[in-house]
């Protein structure tokens, strides 16, 4: 069925999540019990969150059993803490995802990229500089109507 996700990467993916949950968690005022791995068994869910506060998270793809890109964590970790506010998948809900994945965008810590897209292709963008106001003439203009 695929690979076993090794300790070693299992824990890094596990300690970054932690952090960055408590990091968005903390900034929306939102408390939950744990943030843990879903058991590597568990093929028809990305995460769940349970009423007490217990998130799990898949952290390895079902086919190919290799680690899901932490965009993809994050995006299933935004999901499960909006639920932590909002227990079903309302308008409300959906908003405040939207508004927890934002926050972990503006943060650098959601970072998706297009299908086809390698890391080595990213580019900054760079900030968009306002255009020169143009030089206005010393006192009232008259407003030309033809």
Not at 84 to 105: M, V
Request: charge should be positive; proline fraction near 6%.
């Amino acid at each position: 069925m695929g690979e076993k996700l090794d300790r070693k990467t299992r824990n890094e993916l596990m300690t970054r999540l932690n952090r960055d949950a408590r990091f968005i968690a903390t900034h929306f005022e939102l408390r939950y019990r744990a943030i843990e791995a879903e058991r590597a068994n568990v093929k028809n869910r990305y995460g769940v969150c349970y009423s007490d506060g217990t998130i799990k998270i898949r952290l390895r793809h079902v086919t190919t059993g290799k680690p899901l890109k932490y965009s993809s964590l994050v995006a299933t970790l935004c999901h499960e803490l909006a639920h932590l506010r909002h227990f079903n998948h309302g308008l409300r809900f959906r908003s405040f995802n939207q508004t927890l994945l934002e926050f972990a965008r503006g943060h650098g810590i959601y970072q998706p990229r297009r299908v086809n897209e390698k890391p080595t292709q990213r580019v900054a963008v760079p900030e968009r500089t306002p255009a020169p106001k143009p030089s206005e003439p010393d006192g009232p203009r008259q407003l030309t109507l033809f």
